[in-house]
């Protein structure tokens, strides 16, 4: 299963979550073998919130696809993402052993 965390449904996914709050209650209660996300999300929180709430929570699946459009925030997701050990080839699929 795929879920996108994003604003616009332009990601073809199973389940879409436009806020943080939708995004963490999805992630707790599946398990998506792909997580495709915005940083620019509806609500005070962003992109990397979830994506460090999750991975504090031992929640993120192996595929995180980072959709941001906004080159500065996609660099800066992509970052936070190899820091936490994900890899990437082309800086926005990231995949984890």
Known sequence: MRLAVARSGFYRADQYCADSRSA??????NAFSILAIEYYL?????GDDVLQWANGKNLLPQNVVVIERDRTKRKY??????SIGFRTVDDTTFFKH
């Open 24 to 29: 963490r209650r999805a992630l707790r209660e």
């Open 77 to 82: 997701m992509s970052d936070v993402l190899k």
């Open 42 to 46: 509806a609500g005070s929180e962003n």
